[in-house]
């Protein structure tokens, strides 16, 4: 930290104030409204706001968004998904806040810089002090008191825009990076489908060696007759050229077999303490960093207040929270003696290493 850098309370630069709460009747029409997903999910307001609300015009007043506004998640299932935070960049005509974040508005002498802030405010050192201050009851929860305890650590106004837009530059990179891994996931998916569930190399195979294809193929079949299908690669060697009835699953390629998940990989819920190593570096695979950027964060174990699951080199990661967001990571770890996650994972290890993908 600089020399002339300095610390500053929340509260010295910042008011608060708590968002809109209404019944269910009033959302799906009306004015622009920023929902606690959206706060949760992004380091900064998203550029249009697709939720709505009916809100009064004083209510728009009172819980209105606008540049340099920081909004915090007051409330969540877990310790490590409290307040969140998330930064506009510009103002929201007639927009609203959800009830269940805290707004925090410059104050008009405060010189920061939103951007500075969204990503000071998303660091492991302002999460692991917000984290020291937080209660845990049936739920989560962040009050006022306790985010008057929280620090800013500010630079100069010139150093502030330095700083991020030289974050701004890695994250474009990064935001880069993830389009083409999505792109490079719905190819895999993709080839999946073709492969393992209308099993077209299968198809393909027994179109060339005139052998019989089974009624539920037929169409496909005809599909591919008519595409002229063909795989450009060597894949095709590796499938048969016919089919076979099983009881279970019905026609599939001649020779696959039919198991149960359990016979292919294993639970493995190996517990550690890293606290117990309060200067060792742990690769951490948490619910936060993969919804960051899919990358562990390394932290010393002092850090580190819960226990944690050993990660297995070969450790496949789903999350046990909130299913209707598929978290699945495939870990690739540095260190197997300092690799761990949160028991918010579910890890399962293959008995067989060349099942993994």
Not at 5 to 27: C, H, M, N, Q
Not at 30 to 44: A, E
Not at 325 to 335: A, F, K, L
């Amino acid at each position: 930290m600089g020399n002339d850098w300095k610390e500053v309370y929340l509260t010295d630069i910042y008011s608060i104030r708590s968002g809109l709460s209404k019944p269910a009747k009033y959302f799906g029409s009306g004015f622009p409204f920023l929902s606690f997903k959206d706060v949760f999910h992004n380091f900064f307001v998203p550029n249009n706001l697709t939720q709505l609300v009916k809100s009064t015009e004083k209510e728009r007043q009172n819980c209105s968004v606008l540049r340099g506004d920081v909004f915090l998640t007051r409330t969540s299932e877990t310790m490590h998904e409290l307040g969140m935070s998330c930064v506009a960049l510009k103002n929201y005509d007639g927009a609203t806040f959800n009830g269940f974040t805290k707004r925090l508005r410059p104050k008009n002498n405060s010189e920061v810089y939103p951007e500075y802030v969204g990503y000071y405010l998303r660091s492991p050192r302002f999460r692991n002090e917000l984290l020291a201050f937080s209660t845990m009851s049936t739920r989560a929860s962040l009050n006022n008191e306790m985010i008057g305890r929280l620090k800013l650590v500010l630079p100069s106004f010139n150093e502030q825009v330095s700083i991020a837009w030289i974050l701004k530059k890695i994250d474009d990179k990064i935001e880069l990076n993830r389009q083409i891994n999505q792109t490079l996931e719905s190819m895999a998916q993709a080839l999946f489908k073709s492969w393992f569930v209308d099993f077209d190399p299968v198809i393909d195979n027994a179109l060339a060696a005139g052998n019989p294809i089974p009624d539920v193929f037929a169409e496909r079949a005809k599909q591919r007759k008519q595409q002229n299908s063909k795989q450009t690669t060597n894949i095709a060697y590796e499938f048969p050229s016919e089919f076979e009835y099983n009881e279970e699953m019905g026609w599939i390629p001649l020779g696959w077999e039919y198991k149960s998940f359990s016979k292919l990989a294993r639970l493995d819920t190996t517990s550690v303490k890293p606290n117990s190593s309060p200067e060792k570096m742990w690769e951490h695979f948490s619910i936060p960093a993969f919804d960051t950027d899919m990358s562990p964060v390394f932290q010393k174990g002092e850090e580190i207040k819960s226990n944690k699951y050993k990660v297995h080199p070969n450790g496949i990661l789903v999350s046990k929270l909130n299913p209707k967001t598929e978290r699945i990571w495939w870990v690739d770890i540095q260190n197997k003696d300092m690799a761990i996650c949160s028991t918010e994972f579910m890890q399962f290890i293959p008995e067989n290493y060349k099942h993994r993908a």
